[in-house]
Structures are given as C-alpha cells and as structure tokens.
C-alpha cells in the first residue's frame, strides 16, 4: 500500500516562497506518476504540476514559471518549490500518486493515492 506524507506548509505573505515535500513509502517496483494538486475551500480539488517516472513534467497554467516540481528517486520524495506566491495560491495542497501508465495528466480523477494534505496561506 503506497503511503504519501506531506510536509513544508504554511503561511507566507504574497511574493515570499515555501517547498513543499512529500515523503512516500510502500513502492512495488512499478513506475509511478507523481504530483501536487491543492483545493481551496468551497471549490474543486485542481492539479498543480505533475510529474512521470521518465521526469516529463506538465504544470497548470496559474503556476508556470512560478513553481517547480521535482523528486528525488533515491528518497522517494516528491517536491513543489513555490516562488512568487500570491494570495490564489492559498490552498491545501495534496500529494497525489498512481502507478497505471497514462498521459501526464492534471486532472485529479487519475490518482489513486492521497496524502493528507499541508496548508499553504498566502497573504497579501
């Protein structure tokens, strides 16, 4: 059973910067497809920026240029650097991840395994 712990929220102003991690565990040897996805309150859980096992990464729109996904295999550790922060990105933000091969793809519906979630407020 794959297990993802999230890490590295918290409250920043607008402009400041935060990395997020996520610690995961219960690998079977399969090649998994990792990402961020983040929900704010009273709307739709959305993806944020995912990432392959060949390292092929795709981000939303709202966040190019700003964030940047990243893993470190040998820690199985997934990351989200966060820079330029703004009150929008205020969130909680989930690590998703799912070993069934597929495009690389934001829309949350594809990953079967959660995290709990970190909180991420960004104030202006």
């Known amino acids: 059973q794959v297990q993802l712990v999230e890490s590295g929220g918290g409250s920043v102003q607008a402009g400041g910067s935060l990395r997020l991690s996520c610690a995961a565990s219960?690998?079977?040897?399969?090649?998994?497809?990792m990402g961020w996805f983040r929900q704010a309150i009273g709307k739709e859980r959305e993806g944020v920026a995912v990432?392959?096992?060949?390292?092929?990464?795709s981000y939303a729109d709202s966040v190019k240029g700003r964030f940047t996904i990243s893993k470190d295999t040998a820690k199985n550790t997934l990351y989200l650097q966060m820079n330029s922060l703004k009150p929008g990105d205020t969130a909680m933000y989930y690590c998703?991840?799912?070993?069934?091969?597929?495009?690389?793809?934001?829309?949350?519906?594809?990953?079967?395994?959660w995290g709990q979630g970190t909180q991420v407020t960004v104030s202006s």
């Open positions: 998703g991840a799912d070993p069934r091969p597929k495009i690389v793809t934001l829309n949350y519906r594809e990953y079967n395994y």
């Open positions: 219960g690998y079977t040897g399969r090649r998994y497809y």
């Open positions: 990432i392959a096992s060949d390292g092929s990464t």
